[in-house]
């Protein structure tokens, strides 16, 4: 072969996944009491770098207006002392960065990414919007319309009439992850139910994760930006509030009369993240139903042609955890979906994965572990998710070694002791 032409006529060697390792990264305490992170491993060659802010205790599940929480965060670029939503817009565009802010169940998240020589401008201008927002009545209008339109559609749909049953039925009565604000709700909310949000948001709960090009200079700029914001801002205790689910096992059935389409979720109550099983059991659902060549993939799609693909996984907080699995299809095949699923879920402590099975899950889960390591950015998303979840700090490693050691024995031991099918949640929407 002529030199630098790969000969494609032979495959490829193979070789190991090398051992996974995810880069730690340097705690530190600024004056004003916000934590910083800094991922030193995590580096790049290009001059960008990241930023992502978590306010605990700030997400829709720990707000008692829950209307209101979903609104705080698209509000807090919509205006503060100095700066309007069109010089919040202006300068991100200017400087070339790309700011979002997401409210999760427990925790508020913002995230910046910029280019390292606009950091001066940009981040002490985010502290001062993000720190003393002023919530204008004009964008809260038409943010509450947003949403409450929006809502509208949704509601509409199978699928998410049947989240809706599933999320109730999960949670039960009157917990605050049971059930999603109405139209009606969002429009009714204030400026003044939304700065009632803000008032959690103290420096005590706030983590700061940076990545990308960090130089001594930016951490400077950054704990100079924050400091000077949160001088005086009052530094009280705080621990989260868990108020645990309580599931209701059962079925229920949905009229969707206006969709030729049917929609099914399911979920089984489950152990949490800090459980020693936990990472055998994420293996286990990823061979029920989280990758294309899962077993409900292969027997709902490829076998009858039933939907475009089906999902499981494990989903959890502090407050509780469960194996879910949704799929969509045609309204008058959901009974046969729904049998085909609790079979397989049924079948799965008996009949677990082994040879090539349990080679092709394995090198599916080695791939994904390893995509978190792509890129500095891709680790900083992985450190933020799995320090506001409720994950063990060592649940890297424990993943990597739960998928090298996994056996036969062990995935039927962990799937047959933690997911009862006497336990399901069901609802079809059709």
């Not at 951490?219 to 949160?230: C, S, T």
């Not at 659902?285 to 060549?293: D, E, M, S, T, W």
Request: net charge negative; hydrophobic share 40%.
């Amino acid at each position: 072969m002529t030199a630098g032409i790969p000969n494609r006529s032979t495959a490829p060697q193979v070789h190991p996944m090398p051992r996974l390792r995810l880069p730690g990264h340097d705690t530190y305490d600024l004056d004003c009491g916000i934590r910083m992170h800094v991922l030193r491993s995590a580096v790049c060659d290009a001059p960008v770098f990241s930023m992502q802010l978590v306010a605990a205790g700030c997400g829709r599940s720990e707000c008692a207006n829950r209307a209101a929480a979903a609104l705080y965060a698209p509000m807090l670029t919509k205006g503060s002392e100095g700066f309007s939503a069109d010089d919040i817009s202006e300068l991100m565009e200017g400087a070339g960065a790309w700011l979002s802010a997401a409210q999760q169940s427990r925790h508020l998240q913002i995230t910046l990414r910029g280019l390292t020589d606009t950091a001066a401008t940009i981040v002490p201008a985010l502290a001062q919007i993000l720190a003393r927002p002023m919530f204008p009545a004009d964008r809260l209008a038409v943010a509450a319309r947003t949403a409450a339109m929006s809502r509208s559609i949704s509601i509409m749909k199978p699928a998410t009439m049947a989240a809706d049953a599933v999320r109730a039925m999960l949670w039960g009565p009157g917990h605050p992850s049971a059930s999603v604000p109405s139209p009606e709700q969002l429009l009714a909310v204030t400026p003044e139910d939304v700065a009632c949000c803000h008032k959690a948001y103290s420096p005590r709960r706030i983590s700061v994760y940076l990545c990308g090009a960090v130089t001594p200079a930016l951490e400077k700029i950054v704990a100079d930006a924050f400091n000077a914001i949160y001088s005086a801002a009052t530094h009280e205790e705080w621990s989260p509030v868990i108020i645990p689910a309580s599931p209701t096992p059962g079925q229920r059935f949905l009229d969707a009369p206006d969709s030729s389409q049917a929609a099914i979720c399911l979920r089984i109550p489950t152990i949490m993240r800090s459980h020693p099983d936990y990472e055998t059991l994420h293996l286990a659902v990823r061979a029920l139903g989280g990758y294309f060549g899962s077993r409900l993939n292969m027997r709902l799609r490829e076998e009858r042609g039933l939907t475009y693909g089906a999902s499981a996984a494990l989903i959890g907080s502090l407050e509780g955890a469960a194996m879910s699995v949704t799929t969509e299809c045609r309204g008058e095949a959901a009974g046969e979906a729904l049998d085909i699923i609790t079979s397989e879920i049924e079948r799965f402590g008996n009949e677990p994965p082994k040879g090539d099975e349990l080679e092709r899950l394995r090198s599916h889960a080695l791939s994904s572990l390893a995509s978190n390591l792509d890129s500095p950015f891709s680790m900083l998303d992985y450190a933020v998710l799995h320090e506001t979840i409720g994950t063990p700090s060592d649940y890297f490693d424990r993943m990597r070694d739960a998928i090298l050691s996994a056996t036969p024995e062990s995935l039927s031991r962990v799937f047959a002791g933690h997911i009862r099918p006497a336990d399901l949640i069901i609802a079809v929407a059709r």
